[in-house]
């Protein structure tokens, strides 16, 4: 692989401290390396390698991340996928919290960014304001942190696709992962997944309906699926509480 050529001007994402406790209540793998997360995190070690392999074989670099329903642990699999993806170093990973109905990833962190990208796409803030970092080298992120009830509408909007060129110009060889709401409760899905370069659909054993999956990926069959993800596999990760399945369909074009 040639070395990715740095842009001219590069994003600018000031450091917010998270709360670390609130991380491993929410089983966000900041540490990777304390004892409890290690099934966890090797198991999203895996999921990483496949999707850069999927990603790189077909040249996709915006992959959103979404389900059939609520609930089914899409959020934490979009942080951990994108902590374990910067980790790897070849790319600079930018994580966006979309799901603008229910946002959640701050929550998660216990980080507050410096700016809401509700605000932005309303027009009533700056987009290089909307950065941050939380000291893991190679991530950069942005986050939705006010629900609205106008989601769709402003994910349509040329705001967004502003967001991505502004990302793709400002990185080092950009992967960007979009964190969006669950495909059988709004169209927000249907509204980006023409935007972007593919999907990755979580599921959570013992709780997603097989006859919503079907649904789901009958309504995103038209775009690319990047993988389904499995989450929470009682054969996976028992020590650390909350499994973790991959390769349900990893492969599926």
Known sequence: MEPAVEPAERILAPARALDRKSCQVNRVLV?????????????????????????????????????????????????????????????????????????????????????????????????????????????????????????????????????????????????????LPPVLVTDDVLVVAPKIDAVVVVAAEERTNRADLDRALGLLSEFPIAGIVLNRAAEAGQSYGYGYGYGVDISRG
Not at 62 to 78: E, I, N, Q, W
């Open 31 to 179: 540490d990777e390396n304390a004892a409890e997360n290690a099934a966890a995190a090797a198991a999203y070690r895996m999921l990483r390698t496949r999707t850069l392999r999927r990603a790189r074989t077909n040249g996709w670099g915006t992959l959103g991340v979404t389900s059939a329903m609520p609930d089914d642990g899409k959020s934490v699999t979009a942080l951990n996928l994108g902590l374990s993806l910067a980790r790897e170093g070849n790319s600079d990973v930018v994580l966006l919290d979309l799901d603008l109905r229910d946002p959640s990833m701050c929550k998660y962190l216990g980080v507050g960014p410096p700016g809401n990208l509700t605000d932005f796409f309303e027009r009533h803030a700056a987009l290089p304001d909307m950065f941050f970092s939380i000291g893991v080298p190679n991530l950069i992120l942005a986050a939705a942190t006010t629900a609205t009830d106008r989601a769709s509408e402003l994910l349509a909007s040329s705001e967004f696709d502003e967001l991505l060129e502004y990302i793709q110009r400002r990185t080092r060889n950009p992967l960007i992962l979009i964190d």
